[in-house]
């Protein structure tokens, strides 16, 4: 099978192809634009953001001055981050896994997708809570972290399933 290095078009069936280009062209260098690892570099890049934000909603939990609901609503979004960390640990098991041709491809290829989901949910629950609970300042922060991680689940999505249509490279 003939792959190619990840292009801007690579990520044109993406919904975000400029963040698409951005986050993965840093690792140009190890990915072959195979659907397979297209789909699994950009779930790792979708796991490094969520940790990333579960962390600085682990920190910002944390601030003084936040009120007993603010405290309550990021309590929840750090739950729930864990919970989307596990998720998308799960999608890499998963897709490390799967092969095109296998009896279950199909099945595990929806189950990729349906943990990513599951992991995107979550962050749209968080910041639900947060924007009905926290004041501005806090609902600004809380929604870039989870903008982006919201976008980046999409690009995962879009590449799991173009995976799940099979093994072809993507074009250049």
């Given at each position: 099978m003939q792959t190619q290095t990840l292009s801007k078009k690579s990520c044109t069936i993406t919904l975000y192809p400029q963040l698409c280009y951005d986050s993965l062209s840093i690792f140009a260098?190890?990915?072959k634009t195979s659907r397979k690892k297209l789909a699994t570099f950009a779930i790792s890049v979708?796991?490094?953001?969520v940790q990333s934000t579960s962390d600085f909603l682990t920190k910002l939990s944390k601030s003084p001055g936040l009120s007993?609901?603010?405290?309550?609503?990021?309590a929840d979004?750090?739950?729930?981050?864990?919970?989307s960390v596990d998720e998308l640990k799960r999608s890499l098991k998963e897709i490390a896994?799967?092969?095109f041709g296998d009896p279950n491809f199909g099945r595990e290829t929806n189950d990729i997708?349906?943990?990513v989901s599951a992991a995107l949910t979550?962050?749209?629950?968080?910041?639900d809570g947060i924007s009905k609970k926290a004041s501005g300042q806090v609902k600004t922060k809380v929604g870039?972290?989870?903008?982006?991680?919201?976008?980046?689940?999409s690009i995962a999505l879009a590449f799991i399933s173009s995976y799940g249509t099979g093994p072809q490279t993507t074009s250049s």
């Open positions: 260098d190890k990915l979708t796991l490094s953001a007993p609901v603010e405290a309550s609503a990021l979004c750090v739950e729930l981050s864990g919970d896994n799967t092969n997708q349906n943990f979550d962050f749209v629950t968080c910041f870039t972290q989870v903008l982006n991680v919201e976008h980046l689940s």
